[in-house]
């Protein structure tokens, strides 16, 4: 069985069925959402970049934002044949990647991020299943179709499976 490896870039998301493993890099205050439907096993990656889209003045790019990446991540999963109640999540990234001094929350976009990812998955009542957030390093992660695996990797930490 070829197993297929497909690239998330950055503000973008992907879908795919089994056999298929799905990887992003260089999550560093951006966060990887990843979906997966057990029974179908499809998979599903967003690599957004900020928290939301009303923020922004030109979002042409709806990946690029928790909360409109996310809602176009389950409609393509949808529409791949999952079903919604069998959708389950797991996040990576979220870090600070630099020191900033004050506490100004603004400047905090990792952890912004990941709260974002968060809100949004639990309006749509996908669980979380596990997370890997905050920090001050980056990651690049794994989502393999066979078992809905996540592998996060991290210079100086290693390999971990969440």
């Keep these: 069985m070829v197993v297929e490896l497909i690239r998330v ?15 992003t890099l260089g999550l560093g205050s951006c966060v990887g959402i990843t979906l997966y439907d057990c029974k179908k ?5 967003a690599h957004i970049m900020l928290p939301s889209s009303k923020i922004a003045t030109a979002n042409t790019n709806r990946a690029k934002f928790a909360d409109t990446g996310i809602l176009d991540l389950v409609d393509q999963m949808l529409a791949m044949g999952a079903n919604k109640k069998d959708l389950v ?3 990576a990234g979220g870090a600070q990647m630099f ?8 400047m905090k976009i990792g952890a912004r991020n990941s709260e974002a990812a968060k ?15 905050g920090g001050n390093h980056g990651r690049t992660i794994e989502l393999y179709s066979e078992d809905g695996r996540l ?10 499976y969440i």
């Design 9 to 23: 870039g950055m503000a973008d998301l992907k879908v795919a069925s089994h056999p298929s493993i799905l990887t």
């Design 119 to 133: 809100m949004m998955l639990q309006q749509l009542e996908i669980p979380i299943l596990s997370e890997d957030t």
């Design 151 to 160: 592998m996060v990797k991290t210079i100086g930490y290693g390999i971990k």
């Design 99 to 106: 020191a900033f001094s004050g506490s100004n929350e603004s």
């Design 41 to 45: 096993k499809i998979i599903g990656m």
């Design 89 to 91: 999540a797991k996040i």
